[in-house]
């Protein structure tokens, strides 16, 4: 399943701040719906998004029910150096997808 | 003094001025696009932030699997979509010799599968034939809606008209009153569309998931409170074939953002 | 309402049975959050520290177009070095089942303290956001929005 969709430049100078747009494919259950036959459905969702560049962690989403489905975050971080950004999703039922994303910075 | 009459054939007239309201002018026709407020547009019109995009990347991929018994991909057919898809979805529902009727997007797409990759046949509305139909579907982005309707679709089409037209459900509506009569006012906290399927298939926020024209058909119908059809049978593909010929020549703007 | 309360408990019953003979859902409310778990959720972030309006700002359509997906973006003015940065951005609901939406964790390799995402709102209520700077102060902005129901539910 194409899982994620990461938006960001793929050079910058030293010091641009660059704004990331990240889109994950996932329902987020919240856990307070009921079914058809009347029966709660379990929460099922993204729990915590980071965002690491060469290692580091720069940004990090603390998420809940109320995201809305298929999350969706904007954030900016500055371009230190070149390399790779790595973004990771985890959650309920063992969810984990990682994407990275390469720049080079002059 | 009027004459006696007066009043009754007055009634008569506006009853006969009702009965033709129906038609949007061809001048007035407005994607459900121009209904939304600012922020929904800005979701649709961004492609890094339209979430109907996930399904579309998955699309491409499933283009390039190779599938089934015969071990073929799309692309080993089809090559590039990108250039032998252009303006395919915006020619469907399309004449299907074999079967003798119109055929939509879902259901071409779903014959290839079973009949060119020799593969199972991909259930209606499931996430794969979403994927394919979206990825096909942003082929046509642009152009314009171009259901050609040959005298062999014309009882298909009016059959579709027919549906558009007939009062159904415990409500006793047709789509027609709110489509035709009714757009551009509220129905609750919503604006009524105009009913072009310009941007199928589309990520609905209310289904918080992308779904295809049939799903909202069907959405329809039981809002009406009349029992929806089963997907896939002619009755909606019919409706499907009327809706898009209404819409002719309305650019397409798929995969479309809807509330 | 004057009629008996059989005869009332049989229509009430025989129009749940109807609905759901006819395939109808019927969706149960969830427990609403109330204004009172949302300040209690705030407390648990900045403990017994002042939280002053100002400094943050946060931005939502004053009406919804669908409960389900609205738009947010909250920002904060700030120089965003190691001396003067922001450490992290809450959101608040007061009527959502429960309080907590979202922590944003920042500092000042982010460059600029804003965040875009989109948010779940069961019903028309006000959102807050509480942002946490590095001199350990506590600041917030509210904005309130209209959520309506669609018009036609359907069965998913």
């Not at chain 1, 298929?70 to 990682?98: K, M, R």
């Not at chain 2, 026709?29 to 492609?47: H, K, L, N, V």
């Not at chain 2, 062999?152 to 409500?171: E, I, K, N, S, Y």
């Not at chain 2, 409170?225 to 009755?235: D, M, T």
Request: glycine share 8%; charged share 20%.
């Amino acid at each position: 399943m194409a899982g994620a969709l990461i938006n960001a430049p793929e050079r910058a100078k030293r010091g641009e701040i660059i704004e990331i747009k990240t889109l994950i494919s996932h329902p987020m259950e919240t856990g307070y719906r009921r079914n058809q036959s009347g029966v709660r459905v379990e929460r099922d969702i993204v729990r915590l998004f980071v965002c690491s560049y060469n290692g580091t962690e720069v940004f990090r989403a603390e998420l809940h029910p109320a995201i809305a489905a298929n999350p969706f975050i904007v954030f900016s971080t500055i371009a230190t150096e070149s390399g790779a950004l790595a973004f990771q999703w985890t959650g309920d039922n063992g969810f984990s997808v990682t994407e990275s994303h390469a720049i080079t910075v002059d | 003094m009027a004459p006696r009459w007066g009043l009754g054939a007055v009634m008569v007239l506006i009853v006969a001025a009702a009965a033709v309201a129906g038609e949007i002018p061809r001048a007035e026709r407005r994607s459900g696009y121009e209904f939304m407020s600012r922020d929904t547009r800005a979701m649709q019109d961004d492609d890094t932030a339209n979430p109907a995009m996930l399904w579309v990347l998955e699309g491409e991929a499933l283009w390039k699997a190779k599938a089934g018994a015969a071990g073929r991909a799309c692309a080993d057919c089809h090559g590039d979509a990108r250039t032998t898809m252009k303006g395919v979805a915006a020619r469907h529902p399309a004449f299907d010799p074999a079967r003798g009727r119109p055929i939509n997007l879902e259901q071409r797409i779903m014959a290839c599968r079973v009949d060119r990759q020799e593969a199972p046949p991909l259930a209606y509305e499931s996430r794969e034939l979403l994927a394919l139909a979206a990825f096909v579907a942003l082929q046509s982005r642009g152009l314009p809606i171009d259901v050609t309707v040959e005298a062999r679709m014309q009882p298909f089409v009016d059959a579709g008209g027919a549906t558009f037209h007939r009062r159904q459900g415990q409500l006793n509506l047709s789509c027609s009153q709110c489509h035709d009569d009714h757009w551009g006012r509220k129905l609750a906290g919503n604006v009524v569309p105009q009913a072009h399927p310009t941007g199928y298939p589309l990520y609905r926020l209310e289904w918080q998931g992308l779904g295809s024209l049939q799903r909202r058909l069907r959405g329809c119908l039981t809002g009406i409170r009349a029992a929806p059809y089963e997907y896939g049978v002619p009755e909606l593909v019919d409706l499907e074939l009327y809706l898009m010929s209404r819409a002719a020549g309305m650019k397409m703007d798929a995969p479309a953002v809807r509330p | 309402m004057g009629m008996p309360p059989s005869r009332r408990e049989f229509l009430v019953a025989a129009g749940a049975a109807a609905a759901v003979a006819s395939g109808l859902v019927i969706s149960v409310r969830p427990a609403r959050a109330t204004p009172v778990a949302m300040r209690d959720a705030i407390g648990k972030v900045v403990g017994a520290a002042k939280v002053t309006p100002g400094r943050v700002k946060l931005e939502l359509p004053p009406l919804s177009e669908n409960g389900n997906t609205v738009p947010l973006t909250v920002s904060v003015e700030s120089p965003m070095t190691p001396a003067e940065h922001v450490k992290a951005i809450h959101l608040f609901t007061e009527l959502n089942p429960q309080p907590e939406v979202a922590t944003f964790r920042l500092g000042p390799r982010a460059g600029r303290a804003r965040v875009v995402t989109r948010i779940r709102l069961a019903t028309t209520q006000t959102v807050t956001a509480i942002t946490e700077l590095s001199d350990g102060s506590f600041w917030s902005d509210t904005a309130a929005v209209v959520v309506t129901l669609a018009a036609c539910l359907e069965d998913v």
